[in-house]
């Protein structure tokens, strides 16, 4: 028959071991990810994506002040 304090330890252990047994389990089932960043490809086209947005931004700033340039009070 257990007493209290064999059922602490037994706890105790439980509690120590399911993270290791949680990991193993979610180790097993998932099937590993490739990290080694991101392609050539996708790099080159945010880049480019950026650089519409920056041309994009300075036409419409430029367009903008003209317009305010003009306005006569």
């Known amino acids: ?3 209290i304090r064999s ?3 037994i ?3 439980v509690l ?9 389990a979610l180790s097993r089932r998932m099937p590993e990810r490739d990290e ?3 392609t050539t490809e996708a790099v080159i086209i945010t880049a480019l994506l950026a650089a519409l947005a920056i041309a994009a931004l300075a036409i ?13 009070l």
């Open 1 to 3: 028959m257990f007493t």
């Open 16 to 24: 120590l071991s399911a993270p290791a047994a949680v990991h193993d």
């Open 60 to 72: 419409i700033t430029t367009k903008v002040l003209a317009r305010a340039d003009s306005i006569n």
């Open 7 to 9: 059922w602490a330890v």
């Open 36 to 38: 080694n960043g991101m």
């Open 11 to 13: 706890g105790l252990l």
